[in-house]
């Protein structure tokens, strides 16, 4: 069983920056991919980006230059960097762990003010 602990959302102005991180209570080693999800108030969840066990990175296309995502298996973390931040990337953040089960998080809120 593996549990995910999102951290580092808040209150930031638009073009700040947050960044999140994601503690998995398990090895992540197997997971082939981890992932940040979102979901904005009356909105389905929605990719944000992944990232494979060898660190092949694939992005949203309206985070694409804005986010980065990393992992660091060793210490069973995955991070997101978010830029330039903008009032729609509103929403609560889910890490997720994808391999032969699938796992989530509770999700840090992030709220971007105009």
């Known amino acids: 069983q593996v549990q995910l602990v999102e951290s580092g959302g808040g209150l930031v102005q638009a073009g700040g920056s947050l960044r999140l991180s994601c503690a998995a209570s398990g090895t992540i080693f197997s997971f082939h991919i981890m992932g940040w999800y979102r979901q904005a108030p009356g909105k389905e969840r929605e990719l944000v980006a992944t990232i494979t066990s060898v660190g092949s990175t694939n992005y949203a296309d309206s985070m694409k230059g804005r986010f980065t995502i990393s992992r660091d298996n060793a210490k069973n973390t995955v991070n997101l960097q978010m830029n330039s931040l903008k009032p729609e990337d509103t929403a609560v953040y889910y890490c997720?762990?994808?391999?032969?089960?699938?796992?989530w998080g509770r999700g840090t809120q992030v709220t971007v003010s105009s």
């Open positions: 997720r762990a994808i391999g032969p089960n699938d796992y």
